[in-house]
């Protein structure tokens, strides 16, 4: 399975982006997509996830200003990011788990300017 993380780049505290994740095989049978970011010096983290039907769930940090959501017709899962912090600097990268086996992309790099 591929994945191909998109989206990110350099914006102002207060601003949007989305991000976009392509996978190579359909998302319908996936268990479960994630988001995850990983700020210099520190552990990867889970940022949301989304389950095959449909059930989201974000880390504390993010709640109201992040939305997970996928499209199965185009196989590809979305991160919405507004209201963007200097704190959420990262790079991201989406996960996929198909029958408990987790696969990667490479990451996209968010970067938020205060």
């Known amino acids: 399975v591929q994945l191909q993380a998109s989206g990110g780049g350099l914006v102002q505290a207060g601003g949007s982006l989305r991000l976009s994740c392509a996978a190579s095989?359909?998302?319908?049978?996936?268990?479960?997509m994630a988001w995850y970011r990983q700020a210099p010096e520190k552990q990867r983290e889970l940022v949301a996830t989304?389950?095959?039907?449909?059930?989201?769930n974000y880390v504390t940090s993010i709640k109201g200003r992040f939305t997970i959501s996928r499209d199965n017709f185009k196989d590809t899962v979305y991160l919405q990011m507004n209201s963007l912090k200097a704190e959420d600097t990262a790079v991201y990268y989406c996960?996929?788990?198909?029958?408990?086996?987790?696969?990667w992309g490479k990451g996209t790099q968010v970067t938020v300017s205060s």
């Open positions: 996960n996929v788990r198909f029958h408990g086996e987790d696969y």
């Open positions: 095989r359909r998302l319908f049978s996936a268990d479960r």
């Open positions: 989304i389950t095959s039907d449909g059930h989201t």
